[in-house]
């Protein structure tokens, strides 16, 4: 069984992409591996409203990974629904896209992201930290482009 990572932010071209990785995941029999990178700065906005202004004295790791989870289990229900026919494991990891994509490449079949007009997976890809995800990556890199849509990879089994 192999291992199909996905990067995943809020944007239409990032859920086009997860799109694109489960059908391409059901098609391998593969797990899917699926990541949205939040920083402290970035994460501390999610939280923001509900914790006021001060930071908290027992704030920790969790509490700026939290909002991410939840935008990031959100995301997957909406896409992949009940029964998504594979194992898919999110992932909330703090760090820089490019470093943690790249990271997670390892030991992967594959690596999906999203480029579009928007959002963080978009500047990702089109700035020199994307093409330092698509350079360095350890394994072969897909990329789905928002402005085209793409239809997914057929359901029909392939030959390997």
């Not at 059908?23 to 006021?52: F, N, P």
């Not at 898919?88 to 690596?111: M, T, W």
Request: hydrophobic share 40%; charged share 25%.
């Amino acid at each position: 069984m192999g291992r199909i990572v996905v990067g995943v932010d809020e944007t239409r071209v990032a859920k086009d992409a997860l799109v694109w990785a489960l059908a391409e995941a059901r098609l391998r029999r593969s797990t899917l591996e699926v990541i949205s990178c939040y920083h402290a700065s970035t994460a501390w906005l999610g939280l923001e409203d509900s914790v006021g202004a001060g930071v908290p004295s027992d704030f920790t790791q969790d509490d700026l990974a939290d909002p991410t989870r939840q935008r990031l289990a959100a995301t997957v229900a909406e896409v992949a629904g009940p029964d998504p026919g594979v194992e898919i494991v999110p992932r909330a990891v703090r760090g820089r896209p490019a470093d943690v994509l790249v990271e997670a490449s390892q030991g992967a079949d594959l690596l999906v992201v999203g480029s579009g007009t928007h959002g963080e997976l978009a500047r990702l890809l089109l700035s020199s930290p994307g093409r330092h995800t698509v350079d360095h990556a350890h394994c072969p890199v897909v990329v789905v482009r928002g402005d085209r849509h793409p239809a997914a990879p057929p359901d029909a089994d392939r030959t390997r």
